[in-house]
């Protein structure tokens, strides 16, 4: 048989076990571990069960379920004899779980093997000056669960799903034990105790009501009026714990720098009150930002970039001495107070004013140009003539006598 390495954990299949100790079988007359039980125990094995139950305690067991063996620990470590130690103060016996190497017979699947280390180890039968006694351990173990004691007093999946529908059965039965009677009651009552045709009607009506009232209902949907709808400060608060969050994931982190994304659709995607929603505004948000900024880390610094829409905003935040020198410059400008504001404004608009009365006097003076080489007889010569016939000979006439008299 190969050497074995032996694990202890607190509970079981937990995430962390620790090693206890590299075992190498020992012969005995008594419990010999032979060249066919080579392959029934695995290279690995960890104790993450414990018990005071009856099938663990050592007495004299059934051969053909349980075999025995003795091991040596081989390590440098010398933690079996505390392990054994703690066993028996506590009057626990510690086993695990493995698979067996041998398949079902029936099924062909591989069952599940238990190894069993006693609380009560016996007395090593060969006296041996090579060997130290708290070196020595006596283990059990047992290549089906399910002929032991902790297999059987398990129930198997099949005797609970019988069991559950035992228990849903019951209450059908009695209703339907319940509504019989009554609806026999109803129809001797109702024709004396002789049975027509009215009271079979009259039966079958009040059966079909009783049924109809053991029909679960189904479940009535949310109305809209009673969803709970989402405030302002609650958005606010959960922003603020978002960007917490990423800023303390930024500072444990080797990066420099961080962004921060601000979108008024996506955080205000839940709320339905436009009143709570007018509340929530982009530079609220900012405001947030650069308040986290500062509680987390002062000397860090926060930037504001804009986004590529009206209602998103980009955060980028630097720690120190990680800030570009033309962010640095942008910032050290500073915003002008409201009355330098108002002053520039007005000068932009008097310029402007300007301009345009420079304009409209330039075209003015080209409409006079223009009018000066321009003759009468160009006039109207797109206008359209309205006369009539007559009047345009009677016209013509008209000038043909005066240029005679002249």
Known sequence: MNEITLNCADAPNAAIANFLATLQPVSTPSAACTDNDEEDLPFEITLDRYTRDPWSVLEPSNEKIWKSCWFQSIDDKKRLPGFLKFLTNRKKAAFGLFQSPHPDEVTGDLNTA????????????????????????????????????????????????????????????????QSSSTSATAKGAICGGRSGLLGNLLGATQRTNQHLDTVPARKKEKQISQIDTLSSGQVVNKFREKVEQILKDFGSSKKTEVMISISMADITREMTSMEEKAKVSLKVLEFVVNEAVEEINEEWTPYKEPGEFMDEANVVVYKAGCCPPEVMEDLNRGELPDEVKQEQRAMREAREREVQKKLRMLEEKNQK????HVGASMLNTAKRDRRSIEEIQNDMVDGQKKAKIE
């Open 369 to 372: 140009n223009a009018s000066k």
């Open 114 to 177: 238990v190894f069993l280390v006693p609380y009560q180890q016996p007395i090593f039968p060969i006296d041996s000056q090579d060997r130290s006694k708290s070196d020595l351990i006596f283990v059990k173990y047992c290549l089906d669960e399910r002929l032991t004691e902790a297999g059987q007093s398990k129930p198997k999946p099949k005797q609970i799903m019988q069991a559950q529908q035992q228990k849903m059965q019951r209450p059908n039965r009695q209703s339907q034990k």
